[in-house]
């Protein structure tokens, strides 16, 4: 027994771990996110999904560089409300500055893909691939956000002959807005998203709304492409009459993961803070066997 609990935690001590930027999160999920994986956060409205994304792309911004896709926020604001939570992404750029030749000297380790601010540039994206441009009718058509990631890739210098040459966190927030238009091909246009960026460097984070009135994920779910899933709730408000958070690890790959709720709030300056169960509890649940979902 004793030898097969040191392997298993050799095994983990081998296994690089992208930080979520919340430290208790970190600690449920033994260290953070295996390098690679695909992270999908769900939930309603006001659970703090931006919120978890903004905080992960502010604890590994020094550390790697970082893609963030915001498809319901503008870059400005992305940056606002990072600097609520006392996260600086003050050196971020927007990659549609960068086509449009605000941007020239690019000194930075984080690249925001404000869709939005794509709406005059997105078809430049598209220029070598005449048939995409023909067919993408927006700036959230995959075929977009999928040229607008590699783009990003080209800015922060780590792409080459199409290959990803150093690690990498890409951060999707939100992905419903891309089937908005056709819910039933949500599950088709995220498994084409991750046939296109899978890479064994690139770890990502998505965020995807639930909608509590049917108990689904807006368009069918993205579950199907997530190595790991975080879903994310408010308890029944109308019976409370407050606001009580919770989230919960339905799965995670290569992680042995806390296996039960736990209750946070979202506190000015800090962001997602625990409530229940405590630190010390995570720490005694932690076991080095390794684990997850398949």
């Known amino acids: 027994m004793a030898q097969a609990q040191s392997q298993a935690q050799a095994q983990q001590a081998e296994i690089r771990r992208v930080s979520l930027g919340v430290e208790w999160l970190d600690i449920a999920m033994q260290g953070g996110v295996p390098r690679g994986n695909w992270l999908l956060v769900t939930g309603e409205p006001g659970t703090g999904k931006s919120i978890l994304a903004i905080q992960s792309a502010g604890a590994n911004v020094d550390a790697m560089p970082v893609v963030y896709v915001s498809t319901e926020t503008r870059f400005k604001d992305v940056i606002l409300q990072a600097s609520q939570f006392n996260i600086d992404l003050s050196d971020a750029v927007s990659l549609a500055d960068v086509l449009a030749g605000k941007v020239k000297d690019v000194k930075?380790?984080?690249?925001?893909?404000?869709?939005?601010?794509?709406?005059?540039?997105?078809?430049e994206l598209l220029r070598s691939e005449e048939d995409n441009k023909a067919r993408a009718k927006s700036?959230?058509?995959m075929d977009v956000v999928i040229a607008s990631i590699e783009r990003a890739y080209d800015v922060l210098g780590v792409s080459e002959e199409g290959r990803v040459t150093k690690d990498v966190l890409v951060i999707i927030d939100s992905l419903a807005p891309m089937w908005a238009h056709a819910p039933a091909m949500a599950r088709l246009i995220t498994y084409r998203l991750r046939q296109r960026l899978y890479r064994s460097n690139v770890t990502v984070i998505m965020t995807n709304q639930f909608?509590?009135?049917?108990?689904?994920?807006?368009?069918?779910?993205?579950?199907?492409?997530?190595?790991?899933?975080?879903?994310?709730?408010?308890e029944e408000p109308e019976r409370k009459?407050?606001?009580?958070?919770?989230?919960i690890i339905k799965k995670a790959r290569l992680?042995?993961?806390y296996r039960?709720?736990?209750r946070y709030e979202i506190e000015p300056g800090r962001g997602l803070t625990l409530l229940e169960p405590s630190i010390d509890e995570l720490r005694k649940s932690s076991s080095p066997a390794l684990g997850g979902a398949p």
């Open 108 to 123: 930075t380790n984080l690249v925001v893909i404000d869709l939005f601010g794509l709406a005059k540039e997105y078809r």
């Open 139 to 141: 700036p959230l058509d």
């Open 211 to 234: 909608a509590p009135t049917t108990g689904e994920t807006f368009g069918f779910g993205a579950e199907h492409i997530a190595d790991a899933i975080i879903h994310m709730w408010i």
């Open 241 to 247: 009459k407050e606001i009580e958070r919770w989230l």
């Open 255 to 257: 992680t042995n993961h």
């Open 260 to 262: 039960k709720a736990m």
